[in-house]
């Protein structure tokens, strides 16, 4: 199948405009302009701050991977990690699949997304951030039941939800309480650590994200 059919048959059935957002053209040009070992040094010093003192994990699934540079820095402080990840952007997909084997990326929506395997961690950096609010419920519960032990949660913070203007585009990137809605949404989650990465940064840079550690209570997610 070529690349154009490809995207023809993944960006045809999508639930709300920011998925179809994502999935198309911008997506595409969201791979090309964020890329580099810079970001993977980046992350790789947020990673090794959030999840210092929670001892060795052996697997991970990432909502929203793109291209991988989350992954590829997680796998820099620990060798072995099983990575597996959703990733909703056919073109950004491909290039995950060269790093991780394509067998271990489901190509659609995290709404979409349907599996009965639990990791120690699940990842979701700068992506709850670009869903429609409305989706967030269902997408709580698929991190939620996706992970038996820990959730990073690295997204832009307010205490109140707020859309803003993403690139000229309205109604393309909303700021919350991701982790505290999490929080108040599964009673056996609790917040083991969090922090703040600045853009100005001089060493590891961050586009102002905020950071939440939450760690499950009960062995059983089902």
Request: with cysteine; aromatic share 10%.
């Amino acid at each position: 199948m070529s690349d154009g059919e490809t995207d023809m048959s993944e960006r045809a059935n999508f639930s709300t405009p920011q998925e179809a957002f994502w999935a198309g053209e911008f997506g595409d040009d969201y791979v090309s302009r964020n890329s580099g070992d810079r970001v993977v040094a980046s992350n790789r010093q947020l990673f090794a701050t959030a999840l210092g003192s929670v001892g060795p994990i052996s697997s991970c699934l990432e909502f929203g991977a793109n291209i991988g540079l989350n992954l590829q820095a997680l796998r820099l402080l620990h060798p072995t990690l099983a990575l597996k990840a959703v990733e909703i952007n056919p073109r950004a997909a491909a290039i995950l699949g060269q790093l991780i084997g394509p067998e271990n990326v489901v190509v659609g929506s995290i709404g979409a997304y349907s599996s009965s395997e639990t990791f120690d961690l699940v990842l979701v950096k700068g992506v709850l951030i670009h869903l429609q609010p409305e989706t967030l419920p269902v997408v709580y519960e698929k991190i939620y039941r996706a992970s038996h032990r820990l959730i990073l949660v690295a997204e832009y913070y307010n205490p109140t939800p707020v859309a803003v203007p993403y690139r000229g585009h309205a109604d393309r990137l909303f700021k919350r309480d991701f982790a505290g809605e999490l929080l108040d949404r599964y009673p056996d989650l609790t917040l083991l650590n969090y922090g703040f990465a600045y853009h100005r940064d001089v060493m590891f840079p961050q586009d102002d994200i905020t950071w939440f550690l939450l760690e499950k209570q009960s062995i059983s997610c089902r």
